[in-house]
């Protein structure tokens, strides 16, 4: 029972860093219809950006998380604005978005992998690495940030999409992208918008993953399917459905090695995935897509 | 190096065999898959096992690969392809995690990491098949039997059906057609054929582990078909006779291992980029009309 408790609180946390990737991603893919795969390397960015700041400029770690947050944003954007838009002004098929999409994830990967190495960069956190004890779950204050982030990173977003102009235009463009158009919303500055964003929530997951085990150039890609399967358990359209899958994946992989070999980790997901689809294609509250939609 | 460049077309003939029927899924079907990988590893570790396990001969063996490989994307298609086509992006990634997952920890049958060593080499018609040139007229042989079985399909009535379901479903559907089992259907057929290509190296290479079945190799194989031309059969071949030829440039140049494969990498992605903006078709592909901007 001790390991069970140990493990729901662990799925917690990995469930709360999934799910920071997944409400961005689900955002921006339920925004523009872009399988935006390149994600990954965000969220890889995002890590190597604070690890420079902190290690190379010498800033504070806070500050040097806060630059690592914006400049994930500026990279999202301009990955927006200097290929997929591109391409769509060439009136690229959506497949073809996909598949640059997915070559600049690998290049940026192993652009990464080269300059700072394969290996894992530590960062230093300082206080942040104190374990707190609860009971018979061990956790440290940066697990304890990680869930309080990923909650406040939620109610940011949807704050925004509730309350703000912005975020009601991208609302907007999210349901009736041609209708959106019709009233005066400039589509493309609004997917701009929305790939800042989408970026800006993936970032804390990059960050908080290198601040517990060290900057890695290749987790992206995993974190960023894993994040797809999240949305589309969810919903696709669905923040709060989004954000419920993130969370679901990181409780079932650490809850599945209860009774499962933890080798079988990543295949627990994907298999349980493949069900729940055949169950229900809409996920948990989304808008029903048929085959022919997109 | 006359070996050297037996075992270069060795190589293009198996690539040639994953990249022609992949290309029936994202150029014919405009279906992407993630999970060629996986498939192509099938087919090696089934017909593996089924010659040092059964002691099947190569046929045999090629014939396991392929139904095996068939099953396993049919398993995953049934569910997956009843709705939209991004579906299959997750799903055939999640077959690749769980395939190459099953590859190195089920060790009681596929041996983990450490692989599967003393793969028989084939024997065809009475012949044993044991030098890289007599392989290249068997894996170019069995490279051409693919094309024409692609041809077949292709030029026939359901190659016509797939591009219908690949423009537009809802008119397809219109005229009748049961758009999910052609998908399915397409998706088992292409499995069964890269299985084939596994098959074809575990009797080649005569040791598989599953470092060779990555997600990485996934994506070595979509860019073979993207640089070549999807749409076109014979685009694979171009494509495979192209990027297989860099790796070997790329040994010329004194660039160190930990930085070569990273630069390979590198190079790929760059090229599904650039194809992406300058010709989204391929070498060989015909401009198709593009979407009103």
């Known amino acids: 029972m001790d390991l069970a408790l140990q493990l729901l609180a662990t799925g917690l946390v990995v469930g709360s860093l999934y799910a920071l990737c997944a409400i961005g991603w689900g955002l921006i893919y339920g925004t523009t219809l872009h399988f935006h795969v390149a994600h990954g390397a965000v969220f890889a960015l995002a890590a190597y950006y604070a690890y420079v700041a902190q290690t190379w400029l010498r800033l504070p770690l806070a500050v040097a998380v806060l630059v690592a947050i914006v400049a994930s944003a500026v990279s999202g954007l301009l990955i927006d604005l200097l290929l997929y838009q591109q391409l769509e002004r060439r009136g690229a098929f959506r497949t073809s978005i996909f598949i640059a999409s997915l070559g600049l994830l690998i290049l940026l990967e192993n652009v990464l992998a080269i300059v700072f190495t394969p290996d894992p960069m530590r960062m230093d956190i300082g206080a942040l690495n104190t374990a707190v004890i609860i009971g018979p779950v061990f956790l440290t204050y940066l697990h304890i940030l990680t869930v309080a982030l990923a909650l406040a990173g939620y109610g940011a977003l949807m704050l925004f999409l509730k309350r703000s102009r912005w975020g009601q235009a991208i609302r907007a463009v999210s349901s009736a992208p041609e209708m959106a158009r019709t009233v005066g919303i400039d589509l493309r500055r609004v997917h701009l918008l929305t790939y800042a964003v989408g970026s800006a929530l993936a970032a804390p997951a990059g960050i908080l993953v290198a601040m517990d085990v060290g900057a890695e150039p290749f987790r992206g890609t995993r974190f960023v399917l894993l994040a797809s399967v999240g949305v589309i358990m969810g919903g696709i359209g669905s923040i709060p459905g989004a954000m419920l899958g993130g969370l679901f994946l990181g409780l079932l992989e650490n809850l599945g090695i209860w009774k499962l070999p933890s080798e079988w980790q990543s295949a627990i997901s994907f298999g349980v995935f493949l069900v729940f689809i055949v169950l229900r294609p809409r996920g948990f509250f989304g808008r029903t897509i048929h085959s022919a939609e997109i | ?293």
């Open chain 2, 1 to 293: 190096m006359l070996a050297y460049i037996a075992h270069y077309l060795v190589m293009v003939g198996i690539y040639t065999i994953l990249a022609t029927s992949l290309n029936l899924l994202v150029g014919y079907s405009g279906i992407f898959s993630l999970a060629h990988a996986a498939i192509y590893g099938i087919g090696a570790y089934a017909s593996a096992l089924a010659a040092l396990q059964l002691g099947l001969g190569f046929w045999g063996g090629l014939l396991v690969a392929a139904v095996v490989g068939a099953f396993a994307a049919a398993l995953v298609a049934i569910p997956s392809l009843r709705v939209a086509g991004d579906y299959y992006i997750v799903a055939s990634f999640g077959l690749q995690v769980v395939i190459l997952t099953v590859f190195i920890n089920w060790t009681s049958l596929t041996n983990g990491h450490a692989g599967l060593p003393g793969i028989p080499r084939p024997r065809v018609f009475g012949l044993v098949v044991d030098d890289p040139f007599k392989y290249v007229v068997l894996s170019l042989a069995l490279a051409a039997l693919t094309y024409l079985v692609c041809r077949r399909l292709t030029a026939s009535a359901f190659g016509r059906t797939l591009r219908a379901v690949r423009e537009d479903e809802i008119a397809a559907a219109a005229t009748g057609k049961n758009v999910v089992a052609v998908k399915i259907a397409i998706t088992t057929i292409s499995s069964a054929l890269g299985a084939l290509a596994g098959s074809l190296y575990a009797h080649y290479i005569t040791y598989i582990n599953p470092t060779s079945f990555s997600l990485d190799e996934s994506i070595f194989i979509t860019s073979l078909v993207i640089l070549g031309g999807t749409e076109r059969l014979a685009g694979p071949l171009v494509g495979s006779l192209i990027l297989l030829a860099v790796p070997e440039a790329l040994k010329f140049l004194a660039i160190p291992d930990t930085v070569a494969a990273p630069m390979r990498q590198i190079l790929y992605g760059a090229l599904l980029i650039v194809f992406m903006f300058v010709r989204p078709e391929g070498i060989l592909g015909r401009a198709r009309p593009r979407r009103a901007a």
